[in-house]
């Protein structure tokens, strides 16, 4: 009897026992003494913002990243474009009404002509938007890609696919000096989603300030559950921010800066690299600090 009693209890408490659930996953760090230049949607002061040619002009150009904004189309496509709307015949439509072929047909360089800084590419009939399968088949390895997300909550399941693209890419689980994609977004949710899709992807927060950086300590406690770090529109930067940031292991890289004179200040700053229209300009001061650096 007191055999049978023992057994009941055994099985009992084994039925009962709750599996070891696994450790929750780490956000990916980055590496601080480590400064990028990002090419803020390619070389977009010297050739039309998100084209083939104004992503490999940045790359001659020395950017260590380039920046890639996608929107996806009625059709799943995932597009290299900064808005959300796309204008055709004076008429303005929404990418997730419209399908890729349609975009197409919007020719870039119109907008660019009007906006050009110092100089620009001597032939445009090679300009057109592109979508992110043909960047990466493009470049594929040969570049480092910094992707923002944008408006995810008018793209279901547009996590999912960039992971997805990225994966047949083999951009993913890689062991390279810096990483080969870094994914930024201003919507947490969104970043939370992947990273718990992929957690080794280094993840960033983006923020606008109106006065100088603040992030309140329950956000910054959250943030640094998923972020690699945060991405700051440049006027808002101060070193006590900064430096709050390195304390919780977040690289601080601010948006967007094109004069030789406010990346030196930044720099001085302690900031770990920036967005820009000009990687040439950011790649000369970049050497020229390392020059002083070592003298």
Known sequence: ????????????????????????????????????????????????????????????????????????????????????????????????????????????????????????????????????????????????YYIEIKSPKKYPGIEKELLKQLREHNLLDRTDIIPKVIIQSFDSQSLKDIFALEPSIPLIKLYTFEKEAHIPTEHLNELTQYASGVGVNSIAVSKEFIDLMHNKNLIVHPYTVNDAQTMRFLIDLGVNGFFTDRPDVANWVRSETNRLENN
């Open 1 to 144: 009897m007191k055999k049978i009693l023992l057994l009941i209890v055994l099985l009992l408490t084994n039925g009962c026992a709750q599996p070891l659930s696994e450790p929750p996953p780490e956000r990916k760090t980055l590496p601080e003494n480590d400064f990028l230049i990002i090419a803020h949607r390619g070389a977009s002061a010297y050739a039309a913002e998100h084209t083939l040619a104004s992503y490999e002009m940045a790359i001659q150009m020395g950017a260590d990243y380039i920046e890639i904004d996608l929107q996806m189309t009625k059709d799943g496509k995932l597009v290299a474009m900064h808005d959300r709307v796309i204008t055709f015949n004076n008429a303005q439509q929404a990418v997730t009404d419209v399908t890729f072929d349609e975009i197409q047909l919007h020719s870039p360089e119109k907008a660019f002509e009007r906006n050009y800084l110092d100089y620009t590419l001597p032939h445009y009939d090679d300009l057109r938007i592109v979508d992110l399968e043909e960047i990466l088949l493009y470049f594929g390895d040969t570049v480092n």
